[in-house]
T-cell receptor, first 116, second 113 residues
Framework: GAVVSQHPSRVICKSGTSVKIECRSLDFQATTMFWYRQFPKKSLMLMATSNEGSKATYEQGVEKDKFLINHASLTLSTLTVTSAHPEDSSFYIC???WGQGRYEQYFGPGTRLTVT | KQEVTQIPAALSVPEGENLVLNCSFTDSAIYNLQWFRQDPGKGLTSLLLIQSSQREQTSGRLNASLDKSSGRSTLYIAASQPGDSATYLCAVRGGGGADGLTFGKGTHLIIQP
């Protein structure tokens, strides 16, 4: 299957700082990428849909000014958590959509964010 | 709003057994359905993808079925092994195709050696 990488895998930051997470589709071009958040022992919650070259579409309840998404190329999307607070600590997973018509989604390995 | 339910929430069986994981969804207007596996602290691995026009897909010891009209899917695992222990997630994609997936809460599976 297709490969999606995510960097960093773990990050610890202080409250008030910003953190950037990168998501790359390594062997295919993805016009659409998604960002999910997962709390312990919970399922994935879609945060936003990112389309290359346009503004991201955020799910209800997700602050777009806090979670900045940039999809600058067909293989790279970034999520920046601005002015992070302890309640932003979570597991963030990106995903890339592959295949015209087939629409199969591949996921990155996730980023564990801890805000102290 | 689409809702996805997975039953059971947890399952523990001896090695070698065949087992079935269930998934149901409230809105039958889906584009496709994917089954994933997630190991602790890791991302998701895609297991099977079933398009809305298909009834089932098979990969090795895994078989997934889809009954779109009734809003149900099952994942059948044959001859289970300890390495199958993981959380299995069912997710559906809306009718538009490029929509994000809606996930169930998963079935936490433990295969006892």
């Amino acid at each position: 299957g297709a490969v999606v990488s995510q960097h960093p895998s773990r990050v610890i930051c202080k409250s008030g700082t910003s953190v950037k997470i990168e998501c790359r589709s390594l062997d295919f071009q993805a016009t659409t990428m998604f960002w999910y958040r997962q709390f312990p022992k919970k399922s994935l919650m879609l945060m936003a849909t990112s389309n290359e070259g346009s503004k991201a579409t955020y799910e209800q309840g997700v602050e777009k000014d806090k979670f900045l998404i940039n999809h600058a190329s067909l293989t790279l999307s970034t999520l920046t958590v601005t002015s992070a607070h302890p309640e932003d600590s979570s597991f963030y997973i990106c995903s890339a959509l592959w295949g015209q018509g087939r629409y199969e989604q591949y996921f990155g390995p996730g980023t564990r964010l801890t805000v102290t | 709003k689409q809702e996805v339910t997975q039953i059971p929430a947890a399952l523990s069986v001896p090695e070698g057994e065949n087992l079935v994981l269930n998934c149901s969804f409230t809105d039958s207007a889906i584009y496709n359905l994917q089954w994933f596996r997630q190991d602790p602290g890791k991302g998701l691995t895609s297991l099977l993808l079933i398009q809305s026009s298909q009834r089932e897909q098979t990969s090795g010891r895994l078989n997934a079925s889809l009954d779109k009209s009734s809003g149900r899917s099952t994942l059948y695992i044959a001859a289970s092994q300890p390495g199958d222990s993981a959380t299995y997630l069912c997710a559906v994609r809306g009718g538009g195709g490029a929509d994000g997936l809606t996930f169930g809460k998963g079935t936490h599976l433990i295969i006892q050696p």
